[in-house]
């Protein structure tokens, strides 16, 4: 059990109004810290007013990115209750991600009292109107001052929440994704598999050059043979071929293992519907769409849930998915997770933590 110290604001801000949340623009009363040392490993663990904090130039996040997040959401049910979906999926791919970045692990119990004691402690910040929710931003940064490249020997945890409005204001429009060719986001033995902010730098400017075009997201490849699917933009990838739901298997390090990823292929499978987790190239993708068995293709991930894909381009071949339209699988799948996240169906894979 961590001795979580609190320190009520008394200026508490005005709360943005439900219809004009967007995503990660608005921050709540408070946040939630905790420091490590080597003598005494994490301690110090405080909730406080939300604000600014100081740090040295010289502290080593800033010169070698040792920093790592997770990102979950609180979600509010029609009786008021808060409730968090599967933390400890989140937690336990945290730690992970510590372990690749060379940053002491935190016990499970102690992140989800953190998590349970900040959403708490601003529960009035978790909003109500349909399809919004508190926005939940653990990270951990490096703050040892020193350029030596090597391991920090201390760290700081913070958890940040943000109000977020409904990603789907508009229902649900399927998105247009372009195939990159140029870049890569990772490679065998890289840091694919870990949540931390040196892959989103990296993957910026493909990003970016997407947009430039008028696509909305990037579909990568592989950074070896550059044609295995990887991901799109920052949420993974499933692709429908023939009745068959394929998404690329975690086997080689660099995909992400999404748990909204991972929930919906339990949720597949307790459905009876094919999933494959498996290599699967751009050439079969290619061919299944010319062969009339391309069914649908949607990325998960916790902000957008599930987001279909409607066209896809590559190499100057524009490919319409499902006459871009949201597909039955995507639509069941969405049903059925948003139903679970806010409470509206019962929670029959044991996924719900109340806070
Ligand atoms: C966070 C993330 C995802 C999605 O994971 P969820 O746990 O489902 O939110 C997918 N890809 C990348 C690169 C991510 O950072």
Not at 19 to 47: C, Q
Not at 152 to 176: C, D, Q, R, W
Not at 323 to 332: F, H, P, R
Request: glycine share 10%; with cysteine.
């Amino acid at each position: 059990m961590l001795n979580i110290t609190i320190q009520r604001t008394d200026s508490p801000k005005v709360k943005p109004a439900s219809d004009k949340l967007g995503f990660g623009k608005h921050f709540s009363d408070h946040m939630f810290l905790m420091n490590y040392s080597t003598e005494k490993g994490w301690h110090d663990a405080r909730i406080v007013p939300y604000g600014p904090i100081s740090l040295e130039p010289s502290a080593m996040v800033f010169h070698y990115a040792q920093e790592l997040f997770e990102g979950m959401k609180a979600y509010r049910t029609a009786d008021g209750t808060i409730q968090l979906f599967r933390p400890d999926r989140n937690i336990e791919r945290m730690n992970n991600t510590c372990d690749r970045l060379c940053v002491p692990r935190i016990d499970p119990a102690d992140a989800l009292q953190a998590i349970k004691a900040v959403v708490d402690v601003d529960k009035d910040w978790v909003p109500t109107e349909e399809g919004t929710s508190l926005y939940i931003r653990p990270f951990i940064i490096a703050t040892d001052s020193m350029l030596g490249v090597h391991p920090s020997h201390t760290y700081l945890f913070m958890i940040i929440l943000s109000p977020v409005g409904s990603y789907y204001e508009a229902g649900i429009n399927p998105v247009k994704i372009c195939v990159e060719r140029e870049y890569v986001r990772c490679v065998k033995g890289g840091t694919g598999l870990a949540k931390i902010g040196g892959n989103y730098a990296a993957s910026l400017i493909g990003q970016q050059k997407a947009e430039q075009m008028g696509y909305a997201q990037v579909l990568w490849l592989d950074g070896i043979h550059r044609k295995y699917i990887d991901e799109v933009g920052a949420m993974n990838v499933f692709f429908v071929i023939d009745g068959v739901v394929i998404t690329p298997e975690l086997t080689d390090g660099n995909i992400l293992p999404g748990v909204t990823r991972r929930s919906a292929i339990e949720l597949l499978k307790s459905w009876g519907v094919p999933v494959e987790e498996r290599k699967l190239s751009i050439d079969e993708v290619i061919e299944a769409h010319k062969n009339g068995k391309l069914d649908e293709a949607f990325g998960t991930g916790t902000a957008a849930v599930i987001s279909p894909i409607g066209e896809l381009f590559d190499c100057g071949e524009t490919m319409v998915i499902n006459n871009n339209e949201i597909g039955a699988i995507s639509k069941k799948l969405y049903d059925a997770l948003t139903g679970i996240q806010w409470g509206k169906c019962e929670d029959t894979m044991g996924w719900i933590e109340k806070v």
